[in-house]
T-cell receptor
């Protein structure tokens, strides 16, 4: 079967660092994606990992461990505009992405 | 901008009526997808297409049908709408070299 787990909600303070974890069990693996989704809007691409290790892109970084079926998204220097849902998605050996239920992040001043 | 549009953006319909949602792309991408998004469930795949007249079912396809007669258009039809189909529907496209999907703006459907 296919299963992707991530926390439902997280809170953090402006300027802080937050780590959003994602664990997955899928029949095959061709990459892991993180998307950001603001309320009432479409998901937008944040990051992509296919090999183990850390991918850094500005304030956002994403880590992957294929042997552990684990990824995290790290957000630094949090801003109010980072309040959104963050979706973890896995690309198994098919043409389809499988999504987790998403983590709603609230950033407080 | 992103080359993918959905219509309508909002729709209210009555139980038992047929409803068709449209996804239009200008990217000439081969793959198109329909997802629904509900609280507590995330994005779930309804149907997808890998070319003109080539479609396949996703995990929540019951009560839905699709058609793709042209590369640029992918239609999702609710044959007889039910209240359980109240949801936000997203279309997505994927092409060669793409990282994942590009999503449309979504259609908020309410079945009363």
């Amino acid at each position: 079967g296919q299963n992707i787990d991530q926390p439902t909600e997280m809170t953090a303070t402006e300027g802080a660092i937050v780590q959003i974890n994602c664990t997955y069990q899928t029949s095959g693996f061709n990459g892991l994606f993180w998307y950001q989704q603001h309320a009432g809007e479409a998901p937008t691409f944040l990051s992509y990992n296919v090999l183990d290790g850390l991918e850094e892109k500005g304030r956002f970084s994403s880590f992957l461990s294929r042997s552990k079926g684990y990824s995290y998204l790290l957000l630094k220097e949090l801003q109010m505009k980072d309040s959104a849902s963050y979706l973890c998605a896995v690309h198994p050996n098919t043409d389809k992405l499988i999504f987790g239920t998403g983590t709603r992040l609230q950033v407080f001043p | 901008d992103a080359g993918i549009t959905q219509s309508p953006r909002h729709k209210v319909t009555e139980t038992g009526t047929p409803v068709t949602l449209r996804c239009h792309q200008t990217e000439n991408h081969r793959y198109m997808y329909w997802y629904r998004q509900d609280p507590g469930h995330g994005l779930r795949l309804i149907h997808y297409s890998y070319g003109v007249k080539d479609t396949d079912k996703g995990e929540v396809s019951d009560g839905y049908s699709v058609s793709r007669s042209k590369t640029e258009d992918f239609l999702l039809t609710l044959e007889s709408a039910t209240s359980s189909q109240t949801s936000v529907y997203f279309c997505a496209i994927s092409g060669p070299g793409d990282y994942g999907y590009t999503f449309g703006s979504g259609t908020r459907l309410t079945v009363v």
